[in-house]
């Protein structure tokens, strides 16, 4: 569709969203009217977002302002400042919502809410279960370098690296070995890899997702349902229950924070992140000469590969973050409004209900030009200290995989640039149209292979395995 096009139609939606949100102040939000008139919000904006989603949330911006209505007369929040403030709000209440996506069936996650849609004491519980589960990548540096070596060792036999079919195989692998000590088998990556995928299914209502689509739900499921038994064989898992039970949650809310965490949270968003950094560096030819000269000075002497080591890679370091800013892996926080109100939408005033979702876009955010000069300009000298893509800093809900995600992309970075080396690379494209992650991923590294210098030299290599 053409952009003149689409203006209109995402104009003529939003119209239709504020007389909408008179109504609901009339028949009740969560009438079974109120809820009908939501849903039929939320898919016929939903549809518009799959396939158009930055131009979607920059013709609201553009025309009606940093604040307006969306997807189920959700106020979207799309400045810096608001978004900010939002995420800074104690204590929070939440729906079972994965950011803009509400998660109508909860088949999908064995009727168990994901960790971002608990409240009160679970969510406290949760989280310290995830605090237990998280390794310190200061403390597991070496360890965390083995399994990144093993993998871009076997990906030179295929001779390819590629972005969006690799990356996440070896976050999926390598967080269950992190926090299970569990190894996964070929068809249990693949099957989580469906799973992952598969999550815009949760989206559907129940009925649907669970009978009618169920030939295409089942397999995820039942996936789902396997890897909670398996978590409970693992060695850790007695110390999470131990957490987890001071806190009143039960074996099975565990495993199935757990498995969030592993594969929503960890995967989908660090695969994601990773997969930008390595595109930026791949286009951006002076940057990574820094990045290789970093990655030689700081492990000059390889008997160093520490959390020591780690710390002095701050151009990487600066890297990732101006990464995270330019394409966050996650685009959307959502919380519920607690209180009834009037708010400010272009130049009218709409109510809105106690319950409504209260959006803030990350993506818009972090290209604020009232915040970033330039926004759209990579510069790794920016002021990072109240970055957005982590859910910010110092709050409740603070993403608690930030340091894990952030280093574990420097050690995987400082091998590949150090230790790999490939022919070519395909074209480096982030699509911002379907609303899949934001990473390139098409990217394939290809003629894959270790470095002449590791090759010529083993003993100079960051890689330190045990006989
Ligand atoms: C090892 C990798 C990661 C793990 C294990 C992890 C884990 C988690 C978990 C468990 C939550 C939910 C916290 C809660 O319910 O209170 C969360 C939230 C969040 N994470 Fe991560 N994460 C990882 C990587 C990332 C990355 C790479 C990004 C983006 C750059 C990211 C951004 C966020 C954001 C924005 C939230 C808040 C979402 C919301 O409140 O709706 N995470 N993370």
């Known amino acids: 569709m053409d952009l003149t096009a689409l203006t209109q139609k995402v104009i003529k939606a939003h119209d239709r969203q504020v007389k909408l949100s008179r109504r609901l102040a009339k028949v009740g939000y969560d009438t079974a009217v109120g809820k009908f008139l939501r849903l039929v919000g939320y898919y016929r904006e939903g549809f518009m977002l799959l396939k158009a989603w930055r131009d979607f949330l920059y013709i609201r911006k553009e025309k009606i302002g940093d604040t307006f209505f969306a997807v189920d007369q959700a106020i979207m929040h799309a400045d810096h400042d608001q978004v900010k403030r939002l995420m800074h709000v104690e204590p929070q209440v939440r729906g079972n919502d994965l950011g803009i996506i509400r998660i109508l069936a909860p088949s999908y996650l064995l009727n168990h809410p994901l960790s971002l849609g608990m409240n009160g004491a679970d969510h406290t519980g949760i989280r310290c279960v995830f605090q237990k589960a998280l390794p310190d990548p200061f403390e597991q540096t070496d360890l965390i370098g083995r399994y990144v070596d093993d993998f871009l060792s076997a990906a030179t036999k295929r001779e390819q690296l590629h972005i969006g079919d690799d990356l996440p195989r070896f976050m999926v692998e390598t967080l269950h070995q992190l926090v299970f000590q569990l190894s996964l088998s070929e068809e249990e990556v693949k099957a989580s890899l469906a799973y992952i995928k598969g999550l815009p299914l949760a989206s559907i209502p129940n009925f649907i997702s669970r009978y009618l689509l169920g030939f295409m739900t089942g397999p995820n499921i039942r996936h789902r349902e396997q890897l909670i038994q398996k978590y409970q064989n693992s060695p850790n898992w007695d110390s999470y229950l131990e957490i987890g039970k001071q806190y009143q949650l039960n074996p099975n809310q565990i495993a199935n924070g757990l498995f969030d965490m592993i594969h929503i949270a960890g995967t989908a968003g660090t695969s994601a992140l990773l997969g930008s950094v390595i595109g930026v560096l791949c286009l951006n030819e002076a940057l990574r000469s820094e990045v290789v000269v970093e990655a030689n000075t700081v492990w000059e002497d390889a008997k160093t590969f520490n959390g020591e080591a780690l710390k002095r890679a701050t151009m990487l370091h600066s890297v990732i973050l101006e990464t995270a800013r330019l394409y966050p892996p996650v685009r959307f926080v959502s919380q519920l409004a607690t209180e009834s109100g009037e708010v400010t939408i272009g130049s009218q005033k709409c109510p809105f209900q106690k319950g409504t979702r209260l959006l803030g876009s990350i993506f818009t955010a972090n290209r604020d030009a009232l915040r ?96």
């Open 372 to 467: 970033y000069d330039n926004p759209d300009d990579f510069q790794v000298t920016r002021d990072f200290s109240d970055l957005l893509s982590w859910n910010g800093e110092g709050h409740e809900r603070v993403c608690p995989g930030k340091s894990l995600s952030i280093e574990l992309i420097k050690i995987f970075c400082l091998y590949l640039f150090k230790d790999y080396q490939w022919d070519q690379f395909t074209e480096v494209k982030w699509d911002f149209e379907k609303v899949t992650a934001v990473t390139p991923n098409d990217l394939a590294l290809q003629g894959f292979s270790m470095s002449s210098q590791r090759l010529s030299d083993p003993t100079q290599s960051l890689a330190k395995h045990p006989e």
